[in-house]
Each structure stands twice: as C-alpha cells, then as structure tokens.
C-alpha cells in the first residue's frame, strides 16, 4: 500500500448490494444478466480498492456502475467472433484461414441444429462411418482408390507415418525438413510417429541416387515434404515424385506425398506459379498423399489423405485415427466444399479460390468508391487514397508469390496509423489491415461489398 493512501477512503467504497439498489444500475441490470452484473460491479469496487491503495480518492457509486458496465459489455462479446480481413493475406493463420462457401456455412448450420446422420446408414439404420460422408466425394474429384479425413494435415501425416513406419526408417530429402506454424518441426513429428529419420541430399540438391545408398532393410517409407511455406531458388535440384515412386516399387517401399496447403485445381491460370494437385500426385502414384482442408481447397480445417485402399485402410484402424478424427462440423463443411469441386464452379462459389482470381478491373473500382465515401464524411480529419499494393494467398502456400492488388490507404491529422489500426480492431466486428509508410492499409482484395460498408461505418464513427 501507498505512503498517500487514505484509510477513510476505503470506506467510502459502497458494497455491491448498494451498488444493485442504485439508480443508476437499473440500465446495467436490463442490459446484462444479473449474474454477470454482479461479478463486474465486485470487480469493478476490487480494482478501485486497489487504486486506493495507490494513494487515489474513492470513485463515486456512478462511476463504479459505469466501470463495472464497461466490463460487463467487453465480457458479452464473444471471444471467437467474424472479422475483417483487410490485410490482402487470403489465407490468413490468425484471421481463421480459409472463408467457408455458403454451401458449407450452410451445412455446418444444419447439422449444428440438431441430430445428425454423422455415423448411421439412413437406408438400414445399422451404425455407419463418419468418413462415408467424405470419401466418396473425394474418390471422384482425386481419381484415388480410398480416402482419410483427420482434424489436420500434421495429424495425417503423424498418422500416415505411425501406421507405415513405426520403428522403421523414413527417408526425406534434406531439404524437405520443413518448420510448420507454432515451431512444429517436420523431423520431430517423425520421431514422435515413432520412426527413424533418414535425410539424404543437401539443402538444395538431392538426386535419386541419394535415396537409392540410403535404403536399408530397415527402411518402410520415402517421404516427399513439398515446400508449401518457403521456397528454394537458384542452384537447386529435387527428385521428381515419379522417379520415387518407381524406386519405391523396385524397393517394396511405399511413398508419402505430403503436399501441405493442397490444392485440388491448377492455380497458374491465376497468374500464379504451378501448384502440383492432389490429383497429379495420386497419378505418380504415390501410396499416400496428404493436404490441409483449410488452405488452398478453401474448406474447414482438416488432413485430408489420400492413397492405396489397403494403406488407407489401415490408417483407419489405427488407434490413433479415433484420437485424431475429424468432428461433424468439420466433415460437413469440408462434404459441402468438396461439392462444389465435383457439381458446380468453384472459382466462383470458394471465397479462397475467388480472392485469389480476382482480377484489379474488379478490385480498383471497389476501392476508389470506398476511398470516395470516406472523403465525403464529415470527419476531415481522415483522408482516404487508393494505392498500388501486393496481396499474398497465405496460410503457408505459394511462398513468394504475389497477386497485384489495390488498397485504400487512411491518413489521419489526430491519429498515427498504429492508433487507426488499435480502433478498427476495436470495432464490432473487429477490422485487421496493416502498416505501411505511415498509412493505415486497407487491401481490398480480401474485402467483400458488405464488409467495405462495415469499413464505412467504422470510420464514421471515429471521434473528431
């Protein structure tokens, strides 16, 4: 306790029933359940205790209740919520990755809302398998004779690897020792499957022949990591997945493909460098492939696997698939998704795939009307302009690869550009840009028509 802290002032401070008999609570008790309203008004006189302590004047009953409020409201509001997504990164990690269609938001809605058919065959009423409703979508848009899906590609590949190689060898190029989000590390998830790793080649070059000398009696599978998350560039050789694939035949060795952000269509059509597809992967003839749902496919987060019907199968067995199967929410999403892939166009229904093949003729006019009606709202003190900027599809997928794109940048006289950024996340819904040369960036190729009039409304109600 402070030297200037006055005792008398400690017992100024009313008590919460006090507080609840006070006028001024009557707006708080029909705003807020009285459970909550209790808890922030205790809290509310706790941390006025505790300025006091720090030498301060006891807050008058009024202020209490408006600080407890003030509490009550940010404890209302939903810690996992919609936002904005004005960053021009498509596929953003923190921003909950890929948007789902409408087909999806829609069928997670469905089953959320009551019973579900998730594990019972409707036509015998015999228990049935969750997967049933994912696979067979998945055998005709990939051509693959069986299909797997888990809560996320690092668990398909964890469970491809226990299932194929567990106190055996893997061998994987150098190069391919990849580092995924939260500091996961290819070699670890490995050695946790419960295999040996073997790396051959060097970080830039690894040829055929470098598997070939490390194959072993011990060894049970070659693995491919495609580098979905970097990049390597100049003086560099890898061996293409077909020649392992034929080693592996010659060898009774089976080859994993983990492709990473997966994709299930060709992206160069969109200016973008060659992705290779599952498809064309499950063509080589690689025993297992695997991809995330959420990334470049535009669905819900999952590890989607592909491959041999006996691997597959025994995948499925493992006692690990229960501990890492995929939830109905997820599976009807990722059904609905996977639709839209084999009946209708998903360029144009996949928010992912239509962020991405947005064209500027499209994203230009979108900005210079934002940018016009922020001009024309009171509060001078925002200007608006549009500038040239570099959109980025995220997630870990297509590194170094870039989408020109048009933002609306925001230049205040009152506020630095750090503070814009601080209220448009404090707005509701929360709205994320970025930084750039003292301007804050609105990037609005991953901005729909509804939320720029969102963006609108939240400059609008920037204080003077």
Known sequence: MSKNADPKEFRKLPSVDELLRHTSAESI??????????????DAVENARAAIADGERAPEPGSLIAAAEELARKRSVMSLRRAINATGIIVHTGLGRAVLCPEAQAAVAEVARGHSTLEIDVESGARGSRQEHVVGLLKDICGVESALVVNNN???????????????????????????????????????AGARLVEVGTTNRTRL??????????????????????????????????????????????????????????VSEFGLD??????????AGASVVTFSGDKLLGGSQAGVMLGEAEIIDSC?????????RADKLTLA???????????????????????????????????????????????????????AV????????????????RAVALKSTSLSAEDLHERFRGNEPPIFGRIEKDQFILDMRTVNPREALEILSCVRGLPN
């Not at 029909?30 to 922030?40: D, E, F, G, I, T």
């Not at 060659?274 to 063509?283: G, I, L, N």
């Not at 570099?390 to 794109?405: A, F, N, R």
């Open 274 to 283: 060659r992705e290779p597809t599952a498809r064309e992967s499950v063509d």
């Open 209 to 266: 022949s470098d598997y070939e000398d490390a194959i072993t009696e011990d060894t049970a599978l070659i693995m491919r990591c495609h580098p979905s998350n970097f990049k390597i560039t100049g003086f560099s050789e890898e061996t293409p997945l077909s020649e392992l694939v034929e080693l592996g035949k010659e060898n009774y060795l089976s080859v994993l493909d983990d492709l990473g952000s997966g994709v299930l269509m060709d």
């Open 316 to 324: 499925r067995s493992n006692p690990l698939a229960r501990a890492v």
């Open 154 to 192: 690092a668990a398909a590949v964890f469970l491809a690897i226990n299932t194929i190689a567990r106190g055996r060898e893997v061998i994987i190029s150098r190069g391919q020792l990849v580092e995924i989000g939260g500091s996961f590390r290819l070699p670890e998830i490995i050695k946790r």
């Open 333 to 387: 999403a990722l059904e609905a998704t996977l639709r839209v892939y084999r009946d209708g166009d998903p360029i144009s229904s996949i928010p992912t795939l239509a962020a991405i093949a947005r064209s500027l003729a499209d994203i230009e006019p979108q900005a210079h009307a934002l940018a016009r009606e922020i001009n024309a709202l009171d509060s001078a003190h925002v200007a608006a302009s549009v500038i």
């Open 390 to 405: 570099d959109s980025q599809t995220g997630g870990g997928s297509l590194p170094g690869q870039i989408l020109e794109s």
């Open 29 to 42: 008790l029909r705003s807020h359940p009285r459970k909550l309203v209790v808890a922030c008004l205790r």
